[in-house]
């Protein structure tokens, strides 16, 4: 008997296995992914109006066909430093009810990974605290792969705070 030829019942089992879409993108170097679920689109970086008083990773507002959206920078957000001196696009996310835009120094492309295939976080991954972290994964080739959270991108006051200075 071959030992490498699956089983029908093995067969299933990965068939029915549940798979994880990821819009990957780069910041900072690395490479991260969050759920397709929560993207609404990915536009390129466009002319911002600053927000006076606004936290230091908000960078500012853009009109989106008639919606203003603010913009965040994930790299001031998590403290990173390094890769390309200019953000090179925007991931437009639906954070609860709020839309919002994520800049990132590159997008990469859509993956599918198995939830089996998705490892907890450790304690800290670089430099990114673990509360905004779903998960480590590897792509398709074999790169080691962030998976954030956007729901636990910003707390609930911080939150509030971009609302209020948005309108």
Do not use: C
């Amino acid at each position: 008997m071959n030992r490498n030829i699956p089983s029908e019942s093995q067969k299933q089992d990965v068939r029915d296995e549940k798979v994880k879409q990821l819009v990957t993108f780069i910041l900072a170097n690395e490479k991260y992914g969050i759920d397709i679920m929560q993207t609404q689109e990915i536009i390129k970086i466009e002319k911002m109006t600053p927000i006076p008083n606004a936290l230091d990773f908000v960078e500012g507002v853009i009109n989106l066909r008639g919606n203003v959206i603010p913009i965040i920078d994930l790299k001031k957000r998590f403290n990173l430093i390094g890769g390309e001196e200019q953000n090179k696009g925007i991931i437009v996310v639906r954070l609860d009810d709020m839309v919002l835009g994520v800049m990132i120094d590159g997008v990469s492309k859509v993956i599918s990974i198995p939830s089996s295939h998705i490892l907890p976080p450790p304690p800290v991954v670089s430099g990114i605290g673990r509360e905004y972290i779903t998960g480590v994964g590897k792509d398709d080739q074999e790169k080691l792969l962030i998976i954030l959270d956007i729901n636990k991108l910003l707390s609930f006051e911080e939150i509030e705070m971009i609302r209020e200075t948005n309108q």
